[in-house]
């Protein structure tokens, strides 16, 4: 009776101009796994992740270019604001392309989020001095607002059995694209120095030495926004036909019906006024997620600046390809994982004890990094890369345990503003980590002779502070879980 209650509810609720209709009958209709519906959740994700850490191999030069540091200690104090402008505007901006995507629709977010890569990224690439890579890099966090909404397209565009693969698509997405960003700006920066034969420095490679991985982000966006613009929209451009359903009511005991049917029952339940902040398990996955995102960034910039600085200073004295040669190595090894262990892991332990183990894990191998300084040569080469490729599975490990608790800590309705709670957290706790990183590791260059944890040794201790408490908050009585 129910399964034929809905059908009838399906077909009167179809209204013919309605996208979000017209996706649902597609979802009904279609079956097999949803190829097409990865393909075009990935490119749109990755487009989106590629630029937010791709100048990090880079920025100790670019900022040195820029002649703004009067010392050379003094450049990662600088770096950190650049690196922080573009998760300060999404922090301002997150709620607003929220609204926005309910409103008017997903699609018009996410183009307007790819052409803003398409634009800004390009412009950043070609900045001539410090305030103009402040600028664009702001406008190009202001515009990328479409992790939320991309969340929502997925979740409503892939069948139910299938919602589980749509969030591990856009995380994994997300997580590869800020790995393969920064490998590419290592790669492809200052091309008339490293590839003489291939560019001179009369071209406009040689003249803008960070123009190239800027451009060939933006010639992906450029790309993938080309091809959303065949995209469906997914958001019903209607109120609910409540005349509808009220004359199948007349021929169907509907209270006895929604009583037994659970997606019909869960439809009852939106109209209850709950407030998103009032959900503890929601909002405590939330700031436990903060924390290990404030570490995460904080790492992915420390990580480039040391193996930029001078060895005089403790750090590795690579150049920006040999930062993208272990960030490639680490994007792959990443990548491995989280389509072969990380669910069987996932499974076996469960999210929170994921998140628990890969942060534990992670303290003890970020206290090794000060004496990987100390090598050289071969054993230089694979301690750091083996070192890399673990740290980077770690974070994305806990991080995604996290996102998992997240989205099941609220009903599937409410995904979509708790997302949004959560974009705006985590950018602001992401703009505060790269500033942050940035000006303790200036002062822990300039504190080489102190008798307490002197150099990087501090900022390594620092960074284990912070995920040393994200850790602590993996527990009871703070991390509470929904009962399922």
């Given at each position: 009776?129910?399964?034929?209650?809905?059908?009838?509810?399906?077909?009167?609720?179809?209204?013919?101009?309605?996208?979000?209709?017209?996706?649902?009958?597609m979802?009904?209709?279609?079956?097999?796994?949803?190829?097409?519906?990865?393909?075009?959740?990935?490119?749109i994700?990755l487009?989106?992740?590629?630029?937010?850490?791709?100048?990090?191999?880079?920025?100790?030069?670019?900022?040195?270019?820029?002649?703004?540091?009067?010392?050379?200690?003094?450049i990662?104090?600088?770096?950190?604001?650049?690196?922080?402008?573009?998760?300060?505007?999404?922090?301002?901006?997150?709620?607003?392309w929220?609204i926005?995507?309910?409103?008017?629709?997903?699609?018009?977010?996410?183009l307007?989020?790819?052409?803003?890569?398409?634009?800004?990224?390009?412009?950043f690439?070609?900045?001539?001095?410090f305030?103009?890579?402040?600028?664009?890099?702001?406008?190009?966090?202001?515009?990328?607002?479409?992790?939320?909404?991309i969340?929502?397209?997925?979740?409503e565009?892939?069948?139910?059995?299938?919602?589980?693969?749509?969030?591990?698509?856009?995380?994994?997405?997300?997580?590869?694209g800020?790995?393969?960003?920064?490998?590419?700006?290592?790669?492809?920066?200052?091309?008339?120095?490293?590839?003489?034969?291939?560019?001179?420095?009369?071209s406009?490679?040689?003249?803008?030495?960070y123009?190239?991985?800027?451009l060939?982000?933006?010639?992906?966006?450029?790309?993938?926004t080309?091809?959303?613009?065949?995209?469906?929209?997914?958001?019903?451009?209607?109120?609910?036909?409540?005349?509808?359903?009220?004359?199948?009511?007349?021929?169907?005991?509907?209270s006895?019906?929604?009583?037994?049917?659970?997606?019909s029952?869960?439809?009852?339940?939106?109209?209850?006024?709950?407030?998103?902040?009032?959900?503890?398990?929601?909002?405590?996955?939330?700031?436990?997620?903060?924390?290990?995102?404030?570490?995460?960034?904080?790492?992915?910039?420390?990580?480039?600046?040391?193996a930029?600085?001078?060895?005089?200073?403790?750090?590795?004295?690579?150049?920006?390809?040999?930062?993208?040669?272990?960030?490639?190595?680490?994007?792959?090894?990443?990548?491995?994982?989280?389509?072969?262990?990380?669910?069987?892991?996932?499974?076996?332990?469960?999210?929170?004890?994921?998140?628990?183990?890969?942060?534990?894990?992670?303290?003890?191998?970020?206290?090794?990094?000060?004496?990987?300084?100390?090598?050289?040569g071969?054993?230089?080469?694979?301690?750091?890369n083996?070192?890399?490729?673990?740290?980077?599975?770690?974070?994305t490990?806990?991080?995604?345990?996290?996102?998992?608790?997240?989205?099941?800590?609220?009903?599937?309705?409410q995904?979509?503003?708790?997302?949004?709670?959560?974009?705006?957290?985590?950018?602001?706790?992401?703009?505060?980590?790269?500033?942050?990183?940035?000006?303790?590791?200036?002062?822990?260059?300039?504190r080489?002779?102190?008798?307490?944890?002197?150099?990087?040794?501090?900022?390594?201790?620092?960074?284990?502070?912070?995920?040393?408490?994200?850790?602590?908050?993996?527990f009871?009585?703070?991390?509470?879980?929904?009962?399922?």
């Amino acid at each position: 009776m129910a399964e034929v209650y809905a059908e009838c509810l399906l077909e009167n609720k179809f209204h013919e101009n309605c996208p979000g209709c017209k996706v649902d009958q597609m979802k009904r209709l279609r079956r097999g796994f949803p190829f097409s519906e990865l393909l075009t959740v990935w490119p749109i994700v990755l487009c989106t992740a590629l630029p937010i850490s791709s100048l990090f191999p880079f920025l100790y030069f670019m900022i040195g270019d820029f002649n703004i540091a009067k010392k050379e200690e003094d450049i990662g104090f600088y770096a950190g604001f650049v690196g922080c402008s573009f998760m300060l505007g999404r922090t301002l901006t997150s709620v607003f392309w929220g609204i926005v995507a309910d409103r008017y629709g997903r699609k018009p977010v996410i183009l307007i989020g790819t052409a803003s890569v398409v634009i800004f990224n390009t412009l950043f690439g070609l900045s001539v001095n410090f305030w103009m890579a402040i600028i664009t890099r702001f406008c190009l966090g202001s515009f990328n607002g479409l992790l939320g909404p991309i969340k929502a397209y997925a979740m409503e565009t892939f069948r139910d059995e299938y919602q589980g693969l749509a969030l591990s698509a856009v995380s994994t997405a997300w997580g590869i694209g800020l790995i393969i960003g920064p490998a590419m700006g290592g790669f492809l920066a200052q091309p008339a120095k490293q590839y003489p034969s291939l560019f001179s420095e009369e071209s406009v490679f040689g003249k803008f030495p960070y123009f190239l991985p800027c451009l060939a982000i933006s010639c992906f966006a450029l790309l993938v926004t080309i091809i959303s613009l065949r995209i469906p929209e997914t958001l019903h451009n209607h109120k609910i036909d409540d005349d509808a359903s009220s004359s199948l009511d007349e021929s169907f005991d509907t209270s006895k019906v929604l009583s037994h049917d659970p997606e019909s029952h869960k439809a009852t339940e939106r109209n209850e006024k709950r407030s998103l902040l009032k959900n503890w398990p929601l909002i405590s996955s939330i700031i436990v997620y903060c924390i290990f995102s404030l570490h995460d960034m904080a790492y992915t910039e420390i990580f480039s600046l040391w193996a930029n600085s001078p060895r005089k200073y403790g750090g590795l004295g690579y150049s920006s390809a040999d930062v993208g040669s272990v960030l490639a190595i680490s994007g792959f090894g990443l990548l491995v994982f989280q389509l072969s262990l990380y669910s069987y892991a996932e499974r076996l332990l469960g999210p929170t004890m994921v998140t628990r183990i890969s942060g534990s894990l992670a303290l003890v191998l970020l206290s090794t990094y000060p004496l990987i300084a100390k090598l050289s040569g071969l054993a230089l080469t694979l301690a750091l890369n083996c070192a890399s490729v673990a740290k980077n599975v770690l974070s994305t490990s806990a991080i995604t345990g996290l996102f998992i608790l997240q989205n099941r800590a609220v009903r599937q309705d409410q995904r979509g503003a708790a997302n949004g709670i959560a974009m705006t957290a985590m950018s602001l706790f992401k703009a505060i980590g790269p500033a942050a990183a940035g000006i303790i590791y200036s002062w822990s260059e300039k504190r080489l002779d102190a008798a307490f944890l002197p150099g990087t040794q501090m900022v390594f201790f620092i960074l284990n502070v912070v995920l040393a408490l994200g850790v602590v908050m993996t527990f009871k009585p703070f991390l509470a879980q929904t009962q399922h």
